[in-house]
């Protein structure tokens, strides 16, 4: 292997070099000062040149010792400046330390290679394992579960029964003013005889039950042909309201069902059964009859606000629209996951299942359902899901509780004004400031 001198100025010799240099010269200076061996011979006294001798002999040894400890002491500093600092420094040692640093620089940048590789698989493996977690999180948290999908399928529709309700209670209440207003075309127009006429006669051809009036019904009253769906459908409020979950009632459509007519012969029973008979034109020219028909609109006023609940409960339990009859299995099999047989829960659910039935299942009976607390292991995700449709079911329900309140005081208002009114007629004729 070639060797090659550092690169750089040789090392200068230093101060102890050039004292040692100028003692030397000193020295060499005196030497030449000293009396030389020939002058010695002509000294006339033997012991004088005796003494000379010694005296020069001892000068010289003096100067030889000066000399060559000055030339020993230059010899190591040449030899420490020239081969230690020169030669061997530049030539050899300086090489070695600088090929030395050269390979240990290479074996540094070979192992900062490994380090580099080490963290760059570090990364990988830490970016590969945090889109794994990121990738098992979104497919748990965004995948709902089969409960979710439960209360989107059965809120299906809800918006579109909930008015189509409206509509039906809204139809009641116009055909109680009618009868009670002797519009035309409708049961009251011909007054109160007519209307009771037509009425028992409904009563003899579906609503009579042979059992009633210790079964006297049956040889006077009732017509054998009576079917037992029909039989005391006018009077049992129980059986035609409170008990089922939807009525196949579409005051809606133009087609008459045996429903429509129970419901509206309950109507008639329990609001304005007595109608007022149909008032004369020629009463309309006396105060009197003015006074009478003014009074008799009053009375159909607080007959449509008495009215007005029972029809609201008719209304949300009415048949739900065409597009709610695709859902109905749905409900059906949440009634038989609940253990309901399933005559049963399609009787209960009908063929076009109603808002209250979807409020029912929606607001009660999904939550009697084990399966629907064992879902709530699946995820944190699926609980908010289901926490935030519980929160916003409970908003529809207060507002129908609130509109259910809203009604409340509207008929608590009405028997408050007729019981103020019987006071103020009271105190009116005791006072005698009115002559009847």
Known sequence: MEIRPMR????????????LILMLAFVIGLGVMNPRPAHALICPDACNCEWSHHGILQANMIAQHALTTAWIALQFSLHRTIFWGTWMWNYNIGNALMQWTNEL???????????????????QLETQALLQTKMVDAHRNY????????????ARSLGENSRRGELAAY??????????????????LSGPSIDRTARFAQVRRRFCDERDGSRQMASFVCNPA?????????????????DPLTINVDLTDATRTPEEEDFLALANNLYAHNLPSPFPNHLLNSVKGRT??????????????????????????TAGSAAAAGNAQYLRNVFETLGVPTTEATQMVGPRPSY????????????????FYTDLYTSPANVERKSATIRALRMVQDMDKFNSVLRAEQ?????VEMFVDDIQKDHINVSGAVKE
């Open 8 to 19: 750089g100025r040789l090392l200068k010799p230093g101060k102890t070099t050039r004292l």
């Open 226 to 242: 009576t079917g037992a769906p029909g039989r005391n459908a006018d009077i049992d409020y129980g059986r035609m309201v409170v």
């Open 105 to 123: 620089s290479s074996a540094a940048m070979l192992q900062m290679f490994s380090v580099g590789a080490f963290f760059d698989a570090k990364h």
């Open 171 to 188: 139809a009641l209440v116009e055909n109680q003013i009618d009868r009670l207003t002797n519009a035309r075309n409708s049961s009251g």
């Open 292 to 317: 009478y028909l003014l009074n008799m609109r009053s009375i159909a006023a607080k007959h449509s606000v008495a009215g007005y609940s029972f029809a609201s409960i008719v209304g949300m339990k």
């Open 356 to 371: 209250y039935a979807q409020m029912e299942l929606l607001t009660k009976k999904i939550y009697q359902q084990p399966q």
């Open 143 to 154: 995948q709902p579960d089969l409960g979710m999908c439960t209360f989107g399928t059965v």
């Open 411 to 415: 008929n608590l208002s009405v028997l």
